[in-house]
């Protein structure tokens, strides 16, 4: 500020010690709510790992993931082989689809703003289907990865289409998720064209997929969706302050000095590739990336300093609880988890919404 | 306007400027919408620094395109000048770090409070931590507007009035050097309208910076700005002082209404329209 240190001084001081104070009341409960949300993670992932066919017990399973060269070989294979690459996919899926929504929403300024919502996901389903149906690869040489590559492939050029599109004269964001439902339908009926044709066996196999479900989970896929995390990530903390102005609308954000289109299509291609990466391992969970961000949104608001992290953990754990429920609902078998998570999210996502204190969006 | 003038918070009457301040001149600017034209080849010699410029003119006059000229969020043909060089050859940086554009209103929903929002107009010095000078200007900037009661409310449970509060705040606290408010006071009350004017009057004469804010209240307009700049059609009909600028003439010509123009005691010119020309059409039909 230009007025003159001189006078301003001692007020200056008492100013600053105001400002500090406010500040710290603002960001001090959000802190604490990302603590508990923390918390919280850790033991939805832990229950989540100890649950199963296999009765073991909490101490076992404990003791199992600290110390697995002391385990016996069975209750090892279980915990490492097969119950943790599920929980944690839970947890890397669930906060890669909430983070994607997050970003989704606030660039296209728009609440319905979701990879579900923006055609991603169908495209994702009509690309596995392609594999299972009609045995057909984009990628040569996918090998085990083939209807996963396929669904990658497909949701990148749905968001590629709302990409190219929206660089065209006239076309705003809210056209843009328009573009985004007009693509979800279109990639709806092109998967119901491949059901139609479909055997009963490749049919039983797609419906599976679109379902949602973590059962395939592997260390590799875990490896791939956690870098492609750690890839898109750092890109959103650099522009923090930005993507949270981008919310003041586009005029303000403009005069605060950000190039809104360029920060606009680089979050979208971003964003794209962290919701296929995820879609393309576990299927179509629509749910997450659409209300995972607005909890986070209402517990911390939208200073994405504590926004995106925030969208991640309530993602992860929405996610991680949908697979706790899909194992308890029939003993032995899993559910799948595309159900779970719409069945008991929407009775939570309601009574959040309408016990609400303030507006939501 | 029977307020007295006790009941400001800060005093109107210019200081001398402590530094010469920017120099702002606008050459033959021109821009169009695909093919509307909105602004025809805008002049303006020397905008003095430490006062304010009242921008006024009817609706679709083009001001607000003007402004969002200068902010650099639009690229016009022709030259603004901010200290000799032109507006396009500063980088974005130093564009953002001296203007400061504060748009029409503009819906906000943003789960924000007060503080955070007026936090981050500063963008352009935060980083991941917010550092002491940042939190002591956005306290000042909303103690000096009396508006620190609402620091830790959300953007979306305020009155029109208050985000219209939090907008100015967000443009004072960015500390510029041209200062550009689209109708800052059009959602709020009288008392609040000569609170705000008289704090922005404040901060330009104190700062010595260039203060172009456009408004419809053409009374606030004669009691506030020291200059004028009056747009028709996308050019410049007038500008100067009150007395050259603000005639019935002017005002028949432009917005197309009778009025009268009298000095108040205080020596400040009062319009009191009288009603509408209704030969406007006509008027319109004969410009190219």
Known sequence: MAIEQGTLQPTGELTATKGRRIYRQITGRKYL????????????????ISLGPARLGLWEVASTILMPGSAEVTTRV????????????????????????????????NPLASPFTLGISAAAGFGAALALVMGLSIIPFAGIFLVSANAFVFAMIASMTIFVLS???????????????????????????????????????????????????????????????????????????????????????????????????????????????????????????????????????????FFLPMSAMTGAILLSAASIVSKMITPGAIFPIGIITSLVGVPFFLSLILAKRRQLW | ?????????????????????????????????????????????????????????????????????????????GMIRLDGTDIRDYSREEITQRVSYLPQ????NAVLTVFEAVLLARKHTLSWRVSDEDLRSVTQVLEDLDIEDLSIRFLNELSGG?????????????????????????????????EVLDLIAHVTSERGIVTLISLHDLNLAARY??????????????????????????????????????????????????????SKKSRVAAVP
């Open chain 1, 78 to 109: 279980i915990v490492w082989d097969i119950r943790m690459p599920i929980a944690l996919m839970a947890v890397v899926v669930g906060a890669a689809l909430s983070i994607a929504g997050a970003e989704m929403q606030t660039i296209l300024s």
């Open chain 2, 105 to 108: 209103e503009s819906p906000v």
């Open chain 1, 167 to 305: 660089g065209l004269r006239g076309v705003t964001i809210e056209t843009m998720v328009l573009l985004g439902i007009a693509l979800v339908f279109l990639f709806s009926s092109l998967l119901a064209l491949l059901q139609y044709i479909a055997s009963e066996q490749a049919l039983q196999q797609v419906v599976f997929w679109t379902l949602g479900s973590l059962v395939k989970a592997t260390w590799p896929k875990i490896g791939i969706a956690v870098v492609v995390l750690m890839v898109t990530i750092p890109l959103f903390v650099k522009h923090v302050w930005a993507l949270t102005a981008l919310r003041l609308g586009d005029d303000k954000a403009h005069s605060l000095g950000i190039n809104v289109r360029k920060l606009r299509l680089q979050v979208l291609i971003s964003v794209s590739v962290l919701a296929a990466a995820a879609v393309a391992f576990v299927g179509t969970i629509g749910f997450v990336g659409l209300v995972g961000p607005h909890v986070a949104r209402m517990l911390v608001g939208e200073d994405q300093r």
């Open chain 1, 33 to 48: 709510v990302m603590v508990c949300l923390a918390a919280t993670l850790c033991g939805t992932l832990i229950l989540d």
């Open chain 2, 225 to 278: 700005a020291a200059q004028f700049v009056v747009m028709d059609h996308g050019a410049v009909y007038a500008s100067g002082d009150a007395d050259a600028v603000l005639t019935p003439q002017m005002l028949r010509d432009v917005y197309g209404v009778n009025a009268t123009v009298v000095t108040n005691p205080d020596s400040i010119l009062q319009i009191t329209p009288i009603g509408s020309i209704r």
């Open chain 2, 162 to 194: 208050q985000k219209q509060m939090v907008s100015i705040a967000q443009s004072l606290v960015r500390d510029p050097d041209v200062l550009l408010m689209d109708e800052p006071t059009s959602s709020l009350d009288l008392q609040r309208q000569l």
């Open chain 2, 1 to 77: 306007m029977k307020l007295s003038i006790e009941r400001l918070i800060l005093p109107a009457t210019p200081r001398p400027a402590r530094w010469h301040g920017p120099t702002f001149s606008v050459e033959n600017v021109r821009f169009s919408y695909g093919s509307t034209p909105v602004l025809k080849g805008i002049t303006i010699e020397g905008i003095a620094p430490g006062k304010i410029t009242a921008t006024i003119g009817p609706n679709a006059a083009g001001k607000t395109t003007f402004f969002k000229c200068i902010a650099g969020l639009l690229k016009p043909e």
